[in-house]
């Protein structure tokens, strides 16, 4: 199956072409895009198609920096539920960990990792063998990320380092300008770095409610990009099944159109279980609604599908360590 890449994000790309002095129209109608996909949500191009894009468009511009401007023109619109989920998360590690787990929704042609220390948190950023891995698409992608960080943390906010693979351009001043760090080049990966101090601070855009809503959103996508990956199937019908407290395997096969050895049995060969999916789906959730505090403790026990509060409570525990209003307690 080709891989693919999301065709609202094609409009950032079309703005920094354009921006370059180049006309995109002939390199769109010479690659057979449709930018009339742009408007569709749910539509998505070739990935060789856009990486096509930017190999021709880097071989009409001279400017070796030219994919920075990526941060002149993003907006959350151009990833979707996953742009709006980044601008809703609690915490600049929730948001980056968001990212990184659901890359699948931008492209497929590239990845995304998480690395935390002690001492800092990492968005390393990788291509698959498919593409050309052209230094300007990276640069872009840098660019795009410190401008969301923006979006959330403010003007004054930037990284604690980034790295970037490609040699050292000839004019590095534009890098030191946007990131406002220190930048390596002819490193090891592609880095975006931040201090653990910077990536735990409480967001002002924080909204739980919010960003739960967008990553069911996100979910939805990815299960329909592939309908064969059954675990992420199971885990959006566990969400809507929790609130009616009728959750089981039984309730999510017959709602996958199966019975429940076939569920069982396929996710076995996925080395998953329906348990192991709902204790993880319970917990991702049970973090991300403690943090509102609109919602009594009673009321996120419910949405959990747990049929007394005490039951939440032991498993909170168990999955944190501590109990759901400790917990609460400490985000005061």
């Not at 939805?220 to 566990?238: F, W, Y």
Request: hydrophobic residues 40%.
């Amino acid at each position: 199956m080709a891989l693919t890449y999301s065709a609202p994000a094609l409009a950032i790309t079309l703005e920094i072409i354009s921006a370059s002095g180049v006309d995109p129209e002939p390199l769109l109608q010479d690659l057979g895009i449709d930018k009339s996909m742009i408007l569709d949500p749910g539509a998505r191009y070739k990935y060789t198609q856009i990486d096509e894009l930017w190999y021709k468009a880097a071989s009409l511009i001279n400017d070796d920096s030219f994919g920075l401007k990526a941060a002149e023109f993003w907006h959350p619109s151009q990833l979707g539920a996953l742009g709006y989920a980044w601008l809703s998360s609690s915490s600049m590690r929730t948001a980056m960990k968001r990212f990184a787990r659901y890359m699948r929704i931008l492209t497929e042609g590239a990845t995304l990792q998480l690395e935390e220390t002690a001492t800092d948190v990492s968005l390393i950023l990788g291509y698959r063998s498919i593409s050309r891995q052209q230094p300007t698409r990276t640069d872009s992608f840098m660019a795009m990320l410190v401008a969301m960080c923006r979006a959330n943390c403010g003007e004054d906010f930037h990284p604690e380092s980034v790295s970037f693979t490609h040699p050292e351009p000839e004019n590095t001043a534009p890098f030191y300008s946007l990131f406002r760090c220190p930048v390596f080049f002819d490193a090891k990966d592609n880095r975006f770095t931040l201090s653990s101090e910077v990536a735990d601070r409480q967001l002002l855009s924080s909204n739980p409610s919010l960003a739960l809503l967008n990553d069911q959103v996100i979910l939805e996508t990815i299960s329909r990009m592939d309908k064969d990956n059954l675990v992420e199937r199971v885990k959006l019908e566990i969400i809507s099944l929790l609130p009616s407290g009728k959750i089981s395997d039984q309730s999510v096969a017959e709602s996958l159109h199966m019975n429940v050895r076939t569920l069982q049995r396929k996710l076995h060969q996925e080395g998953s279980s329906f348990k192991s999916l709902l204790n993880e789906v319970r917990k991702d959730l049970a973090k991300k609604y403690i943090r509102d505090k609109r919602e009594s403790l009673g009321e996120i026990a419910f949405n959990l599908g747990f049929a007394e509060s005490s039951s939440f409570s032991r498993a909170f525990k168990r999955w944190t360590g501590q109990t759901p209003s400790e917990a609460r307690d400490s985000l005061a």
